[in-house]
């Protein structure tokens, strides 16, 4: 008895109560997490402004500050390495964006021969990794003259080759759009490509800013490829390969700030991009199109 | 305005299934044709691909003489209105009904003019700055109404318009149809299942079963010389009672006789079965259920049966009986001619004696189910 009197208080917990713990909980946790996620980005940036030596040190805190690896930056390559992953990045990701939109469109609102096998066929070569074809990549990129210092173009051309595959999540967010919109669209005169960007597109901001986004981030971040092609000529290289370079036994003591600076210059525009982004993933805009 | 002339229209799927077989319309400039029929009757896909929005698998579709069956929908010069609105969730109000307007190129003003222009006669000029989120159910079909009206089309589609609107609004709505047609004064081709609007809308009505078409004809004459036991029973609510009985014809003189009465058949009735010299035979005879009357007593021309249901439905009553055979039945009694005894004797188990005249039969063959009385 005397159990169950104990007992009986948390079983009648209210719920505004048992919310407002939950609550608590979760955002502790979360915030541990956070902090936890943001400790390496920290030293990065603090460490960026030291500048009573360039060597990896034991302490986290600079003893001198100043902006004197920032500057030291422009005496590098490293403005050249920065304009070519910007440039392969916005243009790959315009590319790619474009490509994925509309073949996304197509495979969910076209009906013809042999889609479904198209889809399968796509998947299962997805499933490969991308390195597999590396050494065929870089055979057909220097014989069209691509490679090494001429590298931008042709890791554009690799970025941008197979984006159809990507179709996968737009397609199916396309396909949680009525085909009544379209099909409404098509009566009023519209014809499909401006159904696509009339209709379709203003609906589906959140995909298309994700596919903007990791299409902008892989080629931005990418190191493998990028040191293949470009084989070491400074010209070609973009900044994870070039400044992977100052990381050299011989060369971490001169440079380890140096590339702290760098490393921070290289978040800044997609930090700036997710920032300027980020709304358009709160809501989605479908409501009221159809009746539910 | 123009005409829209269905010839030989089939539609066929991927999977080899036939949605629609041989269709053959006529419908004329500024008529009004209702397309009814059950789920699945393929009402809806002979709608679509006059719209351009099915492929047509055999046989020519044309509006106004040009045949129309590989033009894209936007070139065909119609106008749609879909079951769930299909409005478009990002634009307002205003924009939705513009979007066509605006895809023809058309001065803003003028755009202006015509968006306010039906707003106003659709009584939604409030709400143009609204997006389609923020519109209750009958406000949305209006708009859906608004974007096809300021197109001024030749035709005007309408797929279902109603049938996601509550019964209330429904009435109103179905009013509001029969106003706008006036101003509009255009052809339309409207698609229901529900038989209650196409015989109020339509000036013609197409009733189709398994995509084929099973009769086409006025309100007026579907509703009294259906066609086949199909039309009969899917015209009309609540449907029209089919008895299994024998048509016996002694001269120039035919008598029915269902749960043993003797009903003799008069009027134009007999003419017309005279007419295609019908003889004796087994038949469905059908008669809807507002024909059949209480009889006062029992006699050789009253069915003896019980009442096992009596709904209510506030100016009439609707009488579920069963026969002696066990036969069900239902008797619509307007409450306007009963006394309160006579009501209240109207409970389940009551005994009750029911007639109908000659009149008001449908003789439907047993074999072919075709209404004897249509002359095939």
Same mark, same amino acid.
């Given at each position: 008895?005397?159990?169950?009197?104990?007992?009986?208080?948390?079983?009648?917990?209210?719920?505004?109560?048992?919310?407002?713990?939950?609550?608590?909980?979760?955002?502790?946790?979360?915030?541990?997490?956070?902090?936890?996620?943001?400790?390496?980005?920290?030293?990065?940036?603090?460490?960026?402004?030291?500048?009573?030596?360039?060597?990896?040190?034991?302490?986290?805190?600079?003893?001198?500050?100043?902006?004197?690896?920032?500057?030291?930056?422009?005496?590098?390559?490293?403005?050249?390495?920065?304009?070519?992953?910007?440039?392969?990045?916005?243009?790959?990701?315009?590319?790619?964006?474009?490509?994925?939109?509309?073949?996304?469109?197509?495979?969910?609102?076209?009906?013809?021969?042999?889609?479904?096998?198209?889809?399968?066929?796509?998947?299962?070569?997805?499933?490969?990794?991308?390195?597999?074809?590396?050494?065929?990549?870089?055979?057909?990129?220097?014989?069209?003259?691509?490679?090494?210092?001429?590298?931008?173009?042709?890791?554009?051309?690799?970025?941008?080759?197979?984006?159809?595959?990507?179709?996968?999540?737009?397609?199916?967010?396309?396909?949680?759009?009525?085909?009544?919109?379209?099909?409404?669209?098509?009566?009023?005169?519209?014809?499909?490509?401006?159904?696509?960007?009339?209709?379709?597109?203003?609906?589906?901001?959140?995909?298309?800013?994700?596919?903007?986004?990791?299409?902008?981030?892989?080629?931005?971040?990418?190191?493998?490829?990028?040191?293949?092609?470009?084989?070491?000529?400074?010209?070609?290289?973009?900044?994870?390969?070039?400044?992977?370079?100052?990381?050299?036994?011989?060369?971490?003591?001169?440079?380890?700030?140096?590339?702290?600076?760098?490393?921070?210059?290289?978040?800044?525009?997609?930090?700036?991009?997710?920032?300027?982004?980020?709304?358009?993933?709160?809501?989605?805009?479908?409501?009221?199109?159809?009746?539910? | 305005?123009?005409?829209?002339?269905?010839?030989?229209?089939?539609?066929?799927?991927?999977?080899?299934?036939?949605?629609?077989?041989?269709?053959?319309?006529?419908?004329?400039?500024?008529?009004?044709?209702?397309?009814?029929?059950?789920?699945?009757?393929?009402?809806?896909?002979?709608?679509?691909?006059?719209?351009?929005?099915?492929?047509?698998?055999?046989?020519?579709?044309?509006?106004?003489?040009?045949?129309?069956?590989?033009?894209?929908?936007?070139?065909?010069?119609?106008?749609?209105?879909?079951?769930?609105?299909?409005?478009?969730?990002?634009?307002?109000?205003?924009?939705?009904?513009?979007?066509?307007?605006?895809?023809?190129? /058309? &001065?803003?003003?003028?755009?202006?003019?015509?968006?306010?222009? %039906?707003?106003?006669?659709?009584? @939604?000029?409030?709400? !143009? *700055?609204?997006?389609?989120?923020?519109?209750?159910?009958?406000?949305?079909?209006?708009?859906?109404?608004?974007?096809?009206?300021?197109?001024?089309?030749?035709?005007?589609?309408?797929?279902?318009?109603?049938?996601?609107?509550?019964?209330?609004?429904?009435?109103?709505?179905?009013?509001?149809?029969?106003?706008?047609?006036?101003?509009?004064?255009?052809?339309?081709?409207?698609?229901?299942?529900?038989?209650?609007?196409?015989?109020?809308?339509?000036?013609?009505?197409?009733?189709?079963?398994?995509?084929?078409?099973?009769?086409?004809?006025?309100?007026?004459?579907?509703?009294? /010389? &259906?066609?086949?036991?199909?039309?009969?029973?899917?015209?009309? %609510?609540?449907?029209?009672?089919? @008895?299994?009985?024998? !048509? *016996?014809?002694?001269?120039?003189?035919?008598?029915?006789?269902?749960?043993?009465?003797?009903?003799?058949?008069?009027?134009?009735?007999?003419?017309?079965?005279?007419?295609?010299?019908?003889?004796?035979?087994?038949?469905?005879?059908?008669?809807?259920?507002?024909?059949?009357?209480?009889?006062?007593?029992?006699?050789?021309?009253?069915?003896?049966?019980?009442?096992?249901?009596?709904?209510?439905?506030?100016?009439?009553?609707?009488?579920?009986?069963?026969?002696?055979?066990?036969?069900?039945?239902?008797?619509?009694?307007?409450?306007?001619?009963?006394?309160?005894?006579?009501?209240?004797?109207?409970?389940?188990?009551?005994?009750?004696?029911?007639?109908?005249?000659?009149?008001?039969?449908?003789?439907?063959?047993?074999?072919?189910?075709?209404?004897?009385?249509?002359?095939?």
């Amino acid at each position: 008895m005397s159990e169950n009197t104990v007992m009986a208080p948390k079983k009648h917990m209210g719920l505004k109560t048992s919310r407002r713990i939950s609550n608590t909980a979760i955002y502790v946790l979360l915030a541990v997490i956070s902090v936890v996620w943001l400790i390496p980005f920290i030293c990065i940036l603090l460490q960026s402004f030291r500048v009573e030596n360039t060597m990896p040190v034991g302490y986290v805190i600079p003893k001198r500050w100043g902006i004197d690896n920032y500057l030291r930056l422009f005496q590098t390559d490293f403005p050249k390495w920065y304009l070519n992953t910007f440039i392969i990045a916005l243009v790959s990701s315009v590319l790619q964006t474009f490509i994925v939109l509309c073949m996304s469109y197509a495979l969910s609102r076209f009906r013809f021969k042999g889609r479904k096998l198209l889809m399968r066929l796509m998947l299962i070569l997805g499933m490969f990794p991308g390195m597999l074809t590396m050494i065929i990549l870089y055979r057909v990129l220097a014989d069209l003259g691509m490679t090494q210092a001429n590298a931008v173009p042709g890791l554009i051309l690799v970025y941008v080759a197979s984006s159809g595959m990507l179709y996968y999540v737009s397609k199916g967010f396309f396909d949680t759009i009525p085909k009544s919109l379209d099909e409404a669209a098509r009566v009023d005169g519209a014809t499909r490509f401006q159904v696509l960007k009339k209709i379709i597109l203003p609906l589906s901001k959140p995909i298309v800013i994700y596919t903007v986004l990791t299409a902008f981030m892989s080629p931005w971040g990418d190191f493998v490829f990028a040191q293949y092609v470009s084989m070491g000529a400074s010209a070609g290289k973009n900044v994870a390969v070039g400044m992977y370079g100052w990381l050299n036994k011989d060369q971490i003591a001169n440079n380890y700030t140096l590339f702290c600076a760098g490393g921070v210059l290289v978040a800044i525009p997609v930090t700036v991009l997710f920032l300027c982004l980020q709304k358009y993933y709160v809501e989605g805009v479908t409501g009221g199109a159809v009746k539910g | 305005m123009a005409s829209v002339k269905l010839t030989g229209v089939k539609k066929i799927y991927d999977n080899k299934v036939t949605a629609v077989h041989d269709f053959n319309l006529d419908i004329k400039d500024k008529e009004f044709v209702v397309f009814v029929g059950p789920s699945g009757c393929g009402k809806s896909t002979t709608l679509r691909m006059v719209a351009g929005l099915e492929d047509i698998s055999e046989g020519t579709v044309e509006i106004d003489g040009e045949v129309v069956n590989d033009l894209q929908p936007k070139d065909r010069d119609i106008a749609m209105v879909f079951q769930n609105y299909a409005l478009y969730p990002h634009m307002t109000v205003y924009d939705n009904i513009a979007f066509s307007l605006r895809l023809k190129k /058309m &001065p803003e003003d003028e755009i202006y003019e015509k968006v306010t222009n %039906a707003a106003e006669i659709l009584g @939604i000029t409030d709400y !143009l *700055t609204r997006k389609p989120r923020a519109l209750s159910g009958g406000q949305r079909q209006r708009v859906a109404i608004g974007r096809a009206m300021v197109r001024n089309s030749k035709v005007f589609l309408m797929d279902e318009p109603l049938s996601n609107l509550d019964a209330k609004l429904r009435n109103q709505m179905r009013a509001e149809i029969i106003l706008l047609r006036q101003k509009l004064n255009t052809t339309f081709i409207y698609v229901t299942h529900d038989q209650t609007e196409a015989m109020t809308l339509g000036d013609r009505i197409v009733i189709m079963q398994d995509g084929y078409i099973e009769q086409v004809g006025t309100p007026t004459e579907v509703f009294e /010389m &259906p066609r086949n036991i199909f039309v009969a029973e899917f015209i009309g %609510a609540p449907k029209m009672n089919m @008895i299994p009985t024998k !048509l *016996t014809r002694s001269g120039d003189n035919y008598t029915v006789s269902p749960f043993g009465a003797r009903l003799p058949v008069d009027g134009e009735k007999r003419e017309l079965l005279l007419e295609g010299d019908v003889g004796s035979r087994e038949i469905i005879l059908g008669v809807r259920p507002e024909h059949i009357v209480l009889a006062d007593s029992a006699s050789e021309s009253s069915i003896p049966c019980t009442l096992e249901v009596n709904e209510m439905m506030g100016s009439e009553l609707h009488l579920h009986v069963y026969t002696e055979d066990g036969t069900r039945l239902i008797v619509r009694v307007p409450t306007l001619n009963l006394s309160s005894a006579q009501r209240s004797g109207l409970v389940a188990g009551a005994r009750l004696n029911i007639t109908f005249s000659g009149k008001v039969m449908h003789f439907f063959d047993a074999e072919s189910k075709l209404n004897l009385c249509c002359g095939e």
